[in-house]
């Protein structure tokens, strides 16, 4: 059974760094892309970042040149380093995973079969 779990949320002030994990188990993802998103209440997933497993990545303009999507495949780990936080980083961030054999990253929630339950990030001032 696959079961991904996030960990490393919490409260920050602005202009802090946080660093988000999710530990992977239940199969090897070294083969697979992986991406964080975040979710509001009562709104869909929305893509922040994704790797793909050949490395390649690619960010939401919103997390450009501020979070940095890193994947540690010895330990089945995906990481989230999120530096110069704004207020409206504020959300619950989930990791997933997309099974299928491409090279892509892809930007939307249904293109991803697996999910994490999602961490809260909470960014005061």
């Known amino acids: 059974q696959v079961r991904l779990v996030e960990s490393g949320g919490g409260l920050v002030q602005v202009g802090e760094s946080l660093r988000l994990s999710c530990e992977a188990s239940?199969?090897?993802?070294?083969?697979?892309?992986l991406a964080w998103f975040r979710r509001a209440p009562g709104k869909e997933r929305e893509f922040v970042a994704g790797i793909s497993w050949t490395g390649v990545t690619h960010y939401a303009d919103s997390a450009q040149d501020r979070f940095t999507i890193s994947r540690d495949n010895a330990k089945n780990m995906l990481y989230l380093q999120m530096n110069n936080v704004k207020r409206e980083d504020t959300d619950e961030y989930l990791c997933?995973?997309?099974?299928?054999?491409?090279?892509?990253?892809?930007?939307?929630?249904?293109?991803?079969?697996?999910w994490g339950q999602g961490i809260r990030v909470t960014v005061s001032s």
């Open positions: 239940g199969r090897t993802f070294s083969n697979y892309a």
């Open positions: 997933a995973v997309d099974p299928k054999s491409h090279s892509g990253v892809l930007v939307h929630e249904a293109g991803y079969d697996y």
